[in-house]
């Protein structure tokens, strides 16, 4: 039977699918000493690279994730004392989340992962950029249906 266009989209879309689930579940094996989730580091990224307190919505902006996905992730980053939330008056409504030294030394320590070196090590320099552009134009047509 012959492939249509429509057949082999949906094994590139489930192919990409799969690939995100194996890389992110070797990144979250390799982890587990820092305790930190591969969510966590990805905020503790952002955090880590504006180097200064950021609100929710400044979060979920960079992490184009919801305000309350991000809300519940922070609270329990803040129980396990990798961020630290503040107000900027006792009476303020407006929150600001910071890493602690803790979360520093934990994002710092997800950077050298060996799971993203041994798994994209599999590639080129050349597929490596071919990658990164393919990916780009799926995402900007996704970002253009999902708006």
């Not at 609100?55 to 991000?70: F, I």
């Not at 950077?111 to 490596?128: D, F």
Request: hydrophobic share 40%.
């Amino acid at each position: 039977m012959e492939e249509t266009l429509s057949d082999i989209r949906r094994e590139a879309w489930r192919l990409i699918f799969k690939a995100r689930h194996l890389m992110v579940e070797a990144m979250r094996k390799e982890l587990v000493p820092q305790q930190i989730s591969p969510r966590q580091v990805h905020i503790a990224e952002i955090l880590y690279k504006l180097g200064r307190k950021a609100t929710l919505v400044e979060l979920a902006q960079y992490s184009e994730r919801g305000v309350s996905t991000l809300s519940v992730q922070l609270t329990r980053m803040e129980k396990d004392g990798l961020v630290k939330k503040y107000r900027e008056n006792p009476k303020s409504v407006l929150k600001k989340f910071e890493l602690t030294e803790k979360g520093i030394i934990a994002y710092q320590k997800s950077t050298a992962t060996q799971s993203i070196r041994s798994i994209m090590s599999v590639l080129s320099e050349e597929e490596l950029q071919q990658l990164i552009l393919i990916v780009n134009k799926v995402i900007n047509e996704a970002e253009k249906i999902k708006s």
